[in-house]
């Protein structure tokens, strides 16, 4: 059998470009255990992902304040603390980005997610002023609180539907995924990884992005076998 699965999906799951790479529909669909996708992105992001994928619903989204399985949900943190800090970074001069993107933070339910433009050192001082954390995760400064994580969400999500983490392998790339290594039982950081993912990982693979994720992939499918 293939080991279950903890993905990330930015940067591990998408092209340089950021599109999700079309091998995530050639392998994923078909794998024989379960498949949990681990984001930062908002709660609606790795469900849509799971749908199209025609999987179970299975995700960890905004870093861990979201836990979605069998239907059920559950949130974790502080949402009212992290838009506190939001509300002073802003009266302070700062500016959240996005261009005015508003779907970036509008079906976020966790936390408060910042341009990489901003005044990161402004956002962390206000962050830790109102006892917030700020996470890096390459793709944008991510404000929540400070005992939310992928990695206590995968350890949660295993307690309750009876899955061994041991048996998990986690791919990802950044410092938001280091907690799942963790608590996963084998891990790998894409090539893209940034050094403290790449450090915390079992293995840092010589490709990046979803090439690097579907040289695991495919190997796991042929260690499996045709009987798998």
């Known amino acids: 059998m293939v080991p279950p ?11 340089p470009d950021h599109r999700v790479d079309r091998r995530v529909f050639e392998i994923l669909p078909n794998w024989e255990a379960p498949v949990v996708f681990a984001t930062g992105k908002a709660f609606p992001y790795p469900v849509a992902l799971a749908h199209f994928l025609g999987l179970p619903e299975t995700v960890i989204a905004e870093n861990g304040g979201v836990i979605h399985a069998d239907g059920v949900t559950e949130f974790a943190g502080d949402p009212d603390a992290c838009w506190a800090v939001a509300e002073e970074f802003i009266e302070r001069g700062g500016d959240l980005g996005w261009g005015g993107r508003t779907t970036v933070n509008r079906w976020r339910e966790t936390e408060v997610a910042v341009s990489m433009d901003a005044d990161e050192e402004l956002l962390r001082e206000i962050a830790a002023d109102h006892g917030q954390t700020v996470v890096d995760t390459g ?3 991510h404000v929540k609180s400070p005992d939310v994580s992928k990695g206590s969400a995968f350890e949660t999500l295993c307690e309750e539907y009876r899955y061994d983490p041991d048996r998990f392998v986690a791919i990802g790339d950044s410092e938001n995924d280091v907690s799942t290594f963790e608590a996963a039982g084998e ?3 894409v090539a893209n990884a940034d050094s403290v993912a ?6 840092v693979l010589s490709e990046g992005h979803m090439d690097g994720t579907a040289s695991v992939l495919e190997r796991l499918l042929t260690e499996a076998g045709p009987d798998r």
């Open 5 to 15: 699965l903890v993905l990330d999906i930015d940067g591990t799951l998408t092209t």
């Open 139 to 141: 793709y944008a400064y």
């Open 187 to 189: 891990s790998y950081a």
């Open 198 to 203: 790449r450090e915390a990982a079992d293995d």
